[in-house]
């Protein structure tokens, strides 16, 4: 397995104040955002037709979603193939939680790093 991580994702990260927060980055840094986040849309550098994007979204700060870290944030990367490499990272000794889930958004999977820091895996779905 050459190929681990191809890219970031996305940034989590649940603050005190939801509305006010994004509120903050829509006028100083121009990210205009849904409900659940936004979206940049950008080519891989090694297959330029692949097109993909990275994730901004700030949850809500009561969400479990980042847990079992303690931490207020969490970096999805982007993997090429998550069956082959969840297996390897395991064998390594990384700490895995929970199991690999499949969507309409890809497959998904999590891992812990050394400082508790909750990590998403992710495969974006074939095409897109």
Do not use: C
């Not at 479990?64 to 993997?79: A, G, I």
């Not at 193939?81 to 690999?100: F, H, S």
């Not at 812990?112 to 779905?125: H, M, Q, R, S």
């Amino acid at each position: 397995m050459e190929k681990r991580v191809i890219g970031i994702g996305g940034i989590f990260f649940k603050p005190e104040d939801n509305a006010a927060l994004k509120d903050w980055y829509n006028k100083h840094l121009g990210i205009e955002s849904e409900s659940w986040g936004a979206v940049f849309e950008w080519r891989r550098k090694d297959n330029p037709d692949d097109l993909t994007s990275t994730a901004w979204s700030v949850f809500k700060k009561e969400t479990t979603y980042l847990e079992p870290s303690k931490k207020d944030f969490m970096v999805n990367y982007q993997v090429e193939n998550l069956a082959e490499l969840m297996p390897v990272l395991k064998e390594e000794g990384v700490t895995i939680v929970g199991d690999i889930e499949e969507s309409e958004f890809g497959k998904f999977a999590w891992i812990l790093d050394p400082e508790g820091n909750k990590i998403e895996l992710w495969e974006p779905p074939k095409g897109s």
